[in-house]
């Protein structure tokens, strides 16, 4: 299972993001937790805190680091961008792309597939988001979110279609309770109709292997029944990321 924890602007001192980042460490390093990779996704100041500088050791590798986001801008004259060559040489590994919080803020299909090139030309793997607004009784949502996908994955090469890590957050479940996510049922639809838009790039077993995560007020009260046989990878926690024992309480349910 891949955790990707979105600490989003909730965690607003360095004291919180310390002790959050410290017990993180310690809950990844416990032998039981070896199936389970987790991410913390946060502002970027902090990613220059807790980067290793491209260093990585075991310990550290246990914590990957991923940007909230990264720039459209390669470098130079670009006031307040935080590069994707910036981030690489902090020793992030992953970010967030097309979160609907950015895609609020503006952000269209073709920028977030050109920010995911970005990601690629510099190692770092690109989480993609994607998601409805609402659901519709004629069920138009289904083709944004083919439009959303294939916006990210035609320009790709098979190499980069294949790590595409994708994200799957309708909106209308973010950011509320666990009473509001989506339901397992559902989950499992998604899931099958998302591998089959992702089957018309990646042939044979290819579109299984596509890391999968669902975010959307997932929390400790219902990690558990979301993750089990709905063919899910993984999770994008947002607000339960940024408590401590709600985090680590979140984690220990999947084992
Ligand atoms: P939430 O956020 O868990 O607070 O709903 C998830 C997300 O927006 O990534």
């Known amino acids: 299972m891949l955790i990707v924890g979105n600490w989003k602007a909730y965690v607003q001192t360095t004291d919180h993001a310390k002790k959050l980042y410290a017990s993180v460490k310690r809950l990844a390093s416990s032998t039981a937790l070896r199936d389970t990779q987790i991410v913390l996704a946060m502002p970027a100041p902090y990613l220059g805190i807790f980067g290793t500088g491209g260093k990585t050791s075991a310990a550290l590798s246990r914590v990957l680091l991923a940007a909230q986001d990264l720039s459209l801008s390669t470098g130079g004259a670009a006031t307040g961008e935080v590069t994707a060559v ?17 895609r609020a803020m503006g952000e269209t299909d073709q920028m977030v597939s050109e920010k995911v090139s970005h990601a690629f030309a510099n190692k ?8 409805e607004r609402e659901r519709d009784p004629d069920a138009k949502y289904l083709k944004l979110l083919r439009a959303q996908i294939d916006a990210v994955f035609s320009p790709l090469s098979q ?12 909106i209308w479940a973010i950011g509320k309770t666990a009473a509001d996510a989506l339901s397992p049922e559902d989950l499992t639809e998604m899931v099958l109709y998302i591998r089959k838009i992702l089957g018309s790039y990646l042939p044979g077993r290819g579109a299984q292997k ?34 401590e024992k709600t985090f680590v309480s979140m984690i220990k349910e999947l084992q």
């Open 86 to 102: 910036l981030l690489r040489n902090l020793g992030v590994t992953h970010a967030i792309i097309g979160h609907s919080e950015r």
């Open 210 to 243: 596509v890391k999968l995560l669902y975010g959307g007020s997932v929390e400790p009260g219902n990690i558990r029944t979301l993750a089990e046989g709905t063919g899910i990878d993984g999770f994008l926690p947002g607000h339960a990321s940024t408590d």
């Open 159 to 170: 190499k980069e279609r294949a790590q595409v890590i994708l994200a799957y957050e309708p």
């Open 124 to 131: 770092i793997m690109p989480i993609v988001c994607v998601g």
